[in-house]
Structures are given as structure tokens and as C-alpha cells.
């Protein structure tokens, strides 16, 4: 899918300006420094113009009826940020010094999720590419970068962005954001994007002024669901599915992140999520395309493989079940959405053996049952962390786990999940035990600030670490001191238990490209057992090849008999012939 719907259509020395205004009887291009042109009316409520000698970098909008003057939907670049003109952007390929690159094999990934505005000091795709060298010898082998679709204001998620082709104007212009994925692949990193489907931000999206972008056939948690399957939702879901394209097309991302796909409600004969999926791997080619979805249903059926292991539709899913079990031990922690996974070895050793902790049980802080049966999928469908912007973020004050959990409980998780079979994911900072924290940020007008203020107490309230009273000392999201609060401190890995904890990682990533990653096309669940806190989990690694990790997360020594058989590859903490010490994790290999 080379051709958008979408867009500026540059032809030679012509470029045809397209936009669907269904709502409308007329619609004006308006040019900078040039009267407002009228444009020809189509069918389904497409207009065109085309225009003669425009060259890159003019600015342009679009005129409605009712004298409201809008943004390309599709815009490219917006310089003036999201209620300004778009910048016409295009007309020459961008000079890729690795134009051949093919990706990389799923099994080889080692995720590293960023937020680009907080990552460097100068928080651009610019200064991310300073870091790429730290992060090949850290080990890493994708980046996943938190949304970069513009959104109001300078900070932010990225989660409540309005115009999903144009990159966020505060970190760089559509050509930086390539030189970083440009860069990226020069070291052998692939590049992936959160992307969001299921909503849209409340300040700057004016497609519902022209076009049915809602419906009020579902609902979400942020208003009427986006329009799918309603009245007119065939360029809605062009708008969306083209998109997909365009990222993996336009700046050869190698895969992409799909937020909250539970929050997408589709009743078309065929799934927005099935034409996502093949979309992308059609616009990829003949190049790897890794597809991962955050799923709160824990519905497993999108994760299903072919007879030949090949995903049919989405490669992995963000697994916070296995995160939730592994703070908690380190942590003891048990209020909130905690409480279902605490105090229960059995739930670590099933997140680690089978991936969902809950496969079709009551969940009591959902009050519902969760999830599908995920024990027959292979590890690999299953991205582990320890770490996350929504885990950290969501709590009260953003804090880390390195505020709330031992350095060596920390070491020990860090143990578990990074040699597991699963694909593993580090959030920023993560692998020195950064301190600074990651909550909540964004840059809206002070009514819709105040809003936010009030509607993040409320949702807090509901999770881990937040109470009445954290409520009155929790960072204000609004102000700009919250945002530089998040940027990492570059001189803290050079600290002495910071720099312990970074050789750590990489003694550990290092080990798994090595000795695990080579296996795991042939990798599945053997057994899992737990005695006491004791959890016990062995993985077949091909025919005569197996992985065993014991671990004692819990801070009380456990005893017991022998020790684990087999070559031992890593180690923390004491285990000797009658007890393994607290936070004890031993891998062997037999």
C-alpha cells in the first residue's frame, strides 16, 4: 500500500490537496500568501484541488462552510502545533543509508521503551540518536518509542494525540524522527511505535466538525467509541488501516505497538484488528514486521500461530500479568489490582510457565472473569517486564520500583524476566535503577488542565499507590516541572550501585543472546512447581536442551534439597544443598 487516500498527492510539478469533509457542502484550501481556493466536490464527501507550483514547506488549511478553519487530518508536520497550519511535507525519498535492512528476527528482541521527550535533556529524535551506541552495548535490540502523533502542547504522553500522521512538532520534524530510525538500523536496532486507535485527544482533534469519526453505536472510557462499523466508518477505517501503512512504508518502523486494543469495538464481518494486521504485513513486504498489542481481556486468540508458529495476526502482547506478580513479591505490595496477584508463588510460577496468570477466572478487583487459556502458545508471544510508563506513571508520584523495592529483590526480578523465554522489555533508566520518576504529564488550556487535575485524582484513586492523602501531595500533570522531573539524570549511571546494577544488565542481556535466544524457535513449557516460596519453571530448549530457573522472591530463606542440575549460566543471591537465600534466582542449563 504505497498510495494514501490521505493527504497532500504530490504529481510532478502539481499536488492535489484531498479532504473528506462528508458534513459539508463546500470546502476552501486556503494557501498561505494565496486567496482561499475552492475545491471540487466528490462523491462520499471528498474534495479536491489541484494546485500548480507549491512547493514543500507552504503552509496550508482547510476552510468549512461554517467558516471554521481546520488542519489537514492528514497532516504530515505541524509546525504551529495542532491548531495550526500544516506544513506540506513530501516531493523527495529521504537519502536511508540502510535501505536493504530487513529487521530482525522476533526471537533476537531485547525492547527498550522510551519516552523521546524526556529520554535526553533536549528531548528530541535528534538527541535519541546520541544514546544509540549506550544502548547496542547495553544490548538492545528495539526501541519502542512512546506515540509520537502531535498533540496539544509542548509534553505529554503522547497518548492523547489528534493528528496520528504527523509527528509531535516539540521533539523534531518528520525527517529527524527518520534519521533516529535511520540510525537505529545502522546499529542493527529495530524501531517500533506505540500507536492509538481506540481514541483520540480532547484538544485539537476537529475531524468530528466534518466527518462521523464517533458513534454513539459503542462506548469507551473516553466518550463514544471511534466509528468502525456505523454510518460512513469506511474512511474512518481507511483513515486508520492507511496509517498503519504509512509508519512501516514512510519510515520503515519495524513493527508497531497497539494501544488498549480492548477499548477498539468493531462489529464488522471483519475486525479492525484482522485488517490492521495483514495490512501491516502486506505494506512490510518481504521485510520482518513484528505486530504487539496491550490487551487488558487477556484475549489470547489474537496471539494464535499457524502450523508453522508464524503469528496469524498479532506477534506478542504487553504481559502485565507477569509484571504484577513479580512487584509485588519485590515489593509487598497488595492494594489495588495487587491484591489478586500477591502472596501466591503458584501465580509467579504461571506467568513465567504459561504467560496469563488469569486464563478465563473470576478476577475480583474486575469483578469479572479475565482472559483466555494462553498455556499452548510459545513463550515468545509474551513481551515480560518489570517496568512500564503506564507502571510507573500511574502511580501517585510516579515513582519507581527502585523507591519501593531492595536492590537485591530488584536484581533478583531483573534475573528472572531477563533470561526467561519471554520477550523481555526495559522502560528507561530501568537497567541503571534510575531514580527520577516518571508520572503523569501534558500541556492543555487551563480549563481543560484543571479537568485533567480533577479526572487524574478520580482515576488514581482507583490504583496502587494512591489515597486521599497522596492526593494532595501528588505532582500537579499540568505544570512543567512534573515533565522535567521524568527526564533521566545521565550522570547517575556513573554512581557506584547505579553502575553495579547497568553491569548487571548487560552481563544478563548478554547471556541471553548467547544462550537462550539461539533456541527459542524449539522453546516450550516443560513444568512449573513451586514449594514454599520456591518457584521452580524448566523450558525445553529443542530436543536435548533444557533451561531450569529457580528463585526465591520473597525475602525469608527457603529450605530445601540439592541444588538445580545442569550448567549453571547466571546467579544472585546464596543456594547452596539445603536452603536458597532471599531473593536467590539461579539459572542452569542441562
Known amino acids: 500500500m504505497t498510495q494514501l487516500s490521505f493527504g497532500p498527492l504530490f504529481e510532478h510539478e502539481n499536488i492535489t490537496f484531498r479532504f473528506w469533509a462528508p458534513k459539508h457542502k463546500s470546502i476552501m484550501l486556503r494557501l498561505a500568501g494565496i486567496s482561499d481556493l475552492a475545491m471540487e466536490a466528490h462523491d462520499n464527501g471528498w474534495f479536491t484541488r489541484r494546485v500548480d507550483g507549491v512547493a514543500p514547506g507552504s503552509r496550508y488549511s482547510f476552510v468549512l462552510s461554517n467558516g471554521l478553519v481546520v488542519p489537514d487530518p492528514a497532516s504530515r508536520y505541524q509546525p504551529d502545533d495542532v491548531h495550526g497550519a500544516s506544513e506540506l511535507v513530501g516531493g523527495k525519498e529521504f537519502p536511508w543509508s540502510r535501505p536493504q535492512w530487513k529487521g530482525r528476527p522476533w526471537n533476537e528482541m531485547v525492547i527498550y521503551e522510551l519516552h523521546v521527550g524526556t529520554f535526553t535533556e533536549a528531548g528530541t529524535f535528534t538527541a535519541a540518536i546520541e544514546r544509540l551506541d549506550y544502548l547496542r552495548q547495553l544490548g538492545v535490540t528495539a526501541l519502542q518509542l512512546m506515540p509520537v502523533a502531535d498533540f496539544r502542547g509542548g509534553r505529554g504522553w503522547g497518548y492523547d494525540g489528534v493528528l496520528p500522521y504527523a509527528p509531535e512538532s516539540s521533539y523534531g ?8 530510525i535511520d540510525a537505529a538500523h545502522e546499529r542493527e536496532i529495530c524501531c517500533f511505535l506505540d500507536v492509538v486507535y481506540n481514541h483520540f485527544g480532547p484538544d485539537g482533534n476537529y475531524i468530528p466538525a466534518y466527518a462521523p469519526l464517533f458513534s454513539d453505536k459503542h462506548s469507551s472510557p473516553w466518550g463514544d467509541g471511534v466509528n468502525y462499523d456505523d454510518e460512513g466508518s469506511s474512511e474512518v477505517r481507511k483513515f486508520v488501516v492507511e496509517n498503519v501503512a504509512y509508519w512501516i512504508n514512510e519510515f520503515r518502523f519495524d513493527g508497531l505497538r497497539f494501544d488498549a486494543v480492548h477499548a477498539i469495538k468493531d462489529d464488522s464481518d471483519q475486525h479492525l484488528l484482522a ?95 479475565r482472559g483466555q487459556p494462553s498455556r499452548h502458545l510459545p513463550p515468545t508471544a509474551f513481551i515480560s517486564f518489570i517496568q512500564n510508563h503506564d507502571q510507573v506513571g500511574n502511580r501517585a508520584f510516579g515513582d519507581r520500583l527502585s523507591n519501593v523495592a531492595s536492590l537485591q529483590a530488584i536484581k533478583a526480578l531483573a534475573g528472572a524476566y531477563l533470561l526467561a523465554p519471554q520477550i523481555p522489555m526495559i522502560f528507561q533508566g530501568e537497567e541503571w535503577n534510575a531514580r527520577t520518576p516518571f508520572p503523569y504529564f501534558c500541556d492543555f488550556d487551563e480549563e481543560l488542565n484543571e479537568n485533567v487535575r ?19 501531595l501528588a505532582p500537579d500533570p499540568t505544570t512543567l516541572g512534573t515533565f522535567l522531573s521524568a527526564k533521566l539524570n545521565w550522570q547517575e549511571p556513573a554512581q557506584a550501585d547505579n553502575a553495579a546494577m547497568l553491569d548487571t544488565y548487560r552481563e544478563l542481556i548478554a547471556l541471553r543472546h548467547r544462550e537462550i535466544v539461539p533456541h527459542l524457535d524449539a522453546c516450550h513449557t516443560e513444568y512449573a512447581r513451586t514449594s514454599g516460596h520456591i518457584v521452580e519453571v524448566c523450558w525445553s530448549l529443542g530436543i536435548d ?18 541444588v538445580p542440575a545442569g550448567r549453571s549460566i547466571w546467579s544472585t543471591g546464596s543456594i547452596d544443598t539445603r536452603a536458597i537465600g532471599a531473593w536467590s534466582v539461579v539459572w542452569t542449563i542441562d
Do not use: C
Open 173 to 180: 520534524r518528520p525527517e529527524d524522527l527518520k534519521a533516529l
Open 275 to 369: 485488517l490492521i494486521a495483514s495490512t501491516a504485513k502486506e505494506a512490510a513486504g518481504d521485510r520482518h514486521v513484528h505486530l504487539i498489542v496491550e490487551n487488558e481481556d487477556n484475549a489470547s486468540d489474537l496471539l494464535e500461530r499457524d502450523a508453522n508458529g508464524i503469528p496469524k495476526l498479532y506477534t506478542a502482547q504487553w504481559n502485565d500479568d507477569i509484571h504484577h506478580v513479580l512487584h509485588s513479591a519485590a515489593t509487598g505490595e497488595d492494594f489495588g489490582y495487587y491484591a489478586d496477584y500477591a502472596h501466591d508463588p503458584d501465580k509467579i510460577a504461571r506467568a513465567l510457565s504459561e504467560g496469563f496468570v488469569f486464563q478465563g477466572e473470576q478476577m475480583p478487583y474486575r469483578g469479572s472473569r
Open 454 to 472: 480533577k479526572g487524574r485524582r478520580e482515576e488514581l484513586s482507583r490504583l496502587p499507590g494512591f489515597d486521599d492523602e497522596s492526593a494532595k
Open 545 to 562: 536442551r533444557r533451561l531450569l530457573l529457580v528463585a526465591n522472591l520473597s525475602s525469608e530463606v527457603q529450605r530445601q534439597q540439592g
